[in-house]
């Protein structure tokens, strides 16, 4: 997984300049082409006899599914959403916050773990969120003093 994972949003490279770098809200259609990225990524990747890359396809197609069953492409919830992509959907949304985006700017780390948590049960499950939480506090801060 930790060499997979960097992969998962490898789709992005299908997805026009325009809407990824757009510095405001995504209207409807550019929603749409933002999250054909999962399957782009997880088409990229299909067929390899790799595990590595096997295991990127998968969480390529899977790190948007949120664990009530909202998410997509396909909806999937709870635990018919690969671990693989349960893991990584809380490590991406992390960075997202944790990080400068054209459309927002950073969150300290502590908004952003008060966010996770908040979602556990509804977008992550709840028990990688809890592991996230323990990682978290054990590790020291190195991010610039973000906490």
């Known amino acids: ?27 409807p259609e550019e929603k749409e082409h933002m999250r054909a990225h999962t399957t782009i990524g997880a088409e990229l990747l299909r067929g390899s006899s790799f595990a590595i890359v096997q295991a990127a396809e998968l969480i390529a197609a899977t790190h948007h599914e949120r664990w009530d069953g ?8 709870r635990t018919a959403i690969p671990l693989f992509g349960r893991i990584t959907a809380v490590a991406d949304v992390f ?3 944790t990080n400068v985006r054209p459309y927002k700017p950073a969150w300290t ?12 049960g509804k977008h992550f499950d709840p028990d990688v969120v809890a592991a996230f939480l323990r990682v978290v506090e054990r590790t020291p801060v190195s991010t610039a003093g973000r906490r």
């Open 109 to 120: 780390v502590d908004r952003a773990m008060a966010h996770i948590t908040a979602e556990g």
């Open 70 to 77: 909202t998410g997509y492409p396909n909806r999937l919830a």
């Open 95 to 97: 960075d997202a916050l």
């Open 1 to 27: 997984m930790r060499r997979s994972a960097p992969l998962h949003d490898i789709g992005k490279i299908g997805v026009r300049d325009a809407v990824l770098l757009k510095p405001g809200p995504l209207t």
